[in-house]
């Protein structure tokens, strides 16, 4: 099982960035991939989940509005859209297969003010 976050970089708030998640080793379309984060001296922290079939998603309150995650079946990806963003949405980003010890490397975005 291998995840391999990317797409993270540099922003100025109220930019935009769109994260991959690239999966293999696993039917993708059968379990819920999380995306978290983490700042500099801080926990690591859900951002948004997706489920697999239904596709049903959930998102922590802060980024509600501002992020949306979908998934591509076929090309083994998640993404997560990151519109209006804030200096505070300021860490590095990683993917999870919901409730296991699989995670991704992950990928640093930076949101300047």
């Known amino acids: 099982v291998q995840l391999q976050a990317s797409g993270g970089g540099l922003v100025k708030a109220g930019g935009s960035l769109k994260l991959s998640c690239t999966t293999s080793?696993?039917?993708?379309?059968?379990?819920?991939i999380g995306w978290f984060r983490q700042a500099p001296g801080k926990e690591r922290l859900g951002v948004s989940c997706?489920?697999?079939?239904?596709?049903?998603?959930e998102y922590v309150d802060s980024v509600k509005g501002r992020f949306t995650i979908s998934r591509d079946n076929a090309k083994n990806t998640i993404y997560l859209q990151m519109n209006s963003l804030k200096p505070d949405d300021t860490a590095v980003y990683y993917c999870?297969?919901?409730?296991?010890?699989?995670w991704g490397q992950g990928t640093q975005v930076t949101v300047s003010s």
């Open positions: 997706i489920s697999g079939g239904e596709r049903g998603t």
């Open positions: 999870n297969v919901v409730g296991s010890n699989y």
């Open positions: 080793g696993f039917t993708l379309d059968r379990y819920a």
